[in-house]
């Protein structure tokens, strides 16, 4: 899964690594900012070329390398990383009708600590089977992307699922166009996981457990 950061605006393919070719939020506005999102798609479409049965999805993102278009998908819903991953799970069983076995993240280096532990243990997803691919920050905007992780770190600390408070209200924000969310349609066995709300991990089955 690569998750996603921007939405690309140009209707010209050759200005792809331009800022001014992506709708950016005025804390992206950095040079450099565009190459790093290229970078997460080169990860994400060469960690799928290693492996043949895997499933390449991009939350927001596309890819154009021949070798992975028929297995690169989109996950177009998730307001946050914790929806990125568990959307994408549910989107994989969507598209194939089974879980994964194993789960590769593709963000920055910085966000590690919040897919790799937070979002993946409150999914209780098991850790010898998730792997993180991070990539660095622009040099510009490095110094407030770490404060502004630590910051976000925390929320999800005191709120796994980010379903109260600050996080619940910034997802709100981040649905403009007021879209209905079709999940858990498609991943009948986790309706549980998308339904809970606590600060304690989620206490049912799950498909991977």
């Known amino acids: 899964m690569v998750a996603g950061h921007s939405v690309y605006t140009s209707s010209n393919c050759g200005k792809i690594d ?25 990860k994400g479409v060469e960690a799928a070329g290693r492996d043949d049965e895997s499933l390449l999805l991009f939350s927001g993102g596309k890819t154009r390398k021949d070798d992975v278009r028929s ?20 989107r994989f069983r969507e598209l194939t009708g089974s879980y994964q076995q194993n789960i590769t993240v593709v963000s920055y280096d910085f966000k590690e600590e919040r897919f790799a532990h937070l979002h993946r243990s409150a999914m209780r997803f098991p850790e010898s089977r998730f792997f993180y691919l991070g ?10 992307a770490l404060k502004g992780e630590a910051m976000v770190r925390a929320q999800f600390q005191e ?4 379903c109260v408070g600050s996080l619940w209200r910034k997802k709100l924000k ?25 600060s304690a991990p989620f ?4 498909p991977w457990n």
């Open 135 to 144: 990539t660095p920050a622009s040099l510009t905007s490095k110094e407030g």
């Open 18 to 42: 331009k800022e001014e070719s992506w709708f950016l939020e005025s804390y992206q506005k950095h040079p450099g900012q565009a190459a790093t999102f290229l970078s997460h798609i080169e």
């Open 159 to 162: 709120d796994p699922y980010g």
């Open 174 to 198: 981040r649905d403009p166009f007021h879209r209905t969310i079709p999940y858990p349609n498609g991943c009948p066995e986790i309706r549980g996981l998308f339904r809970y709300c606590g």
């Open 203 to 206: 206490p049912g089955s799950l």
């Open 71 to 90: 297995r690169a998908l989109t996950e177009e819903h998730a307001r946050d990383s914790f929806e990125n991953l568990l959307f994408c799970v549910c």
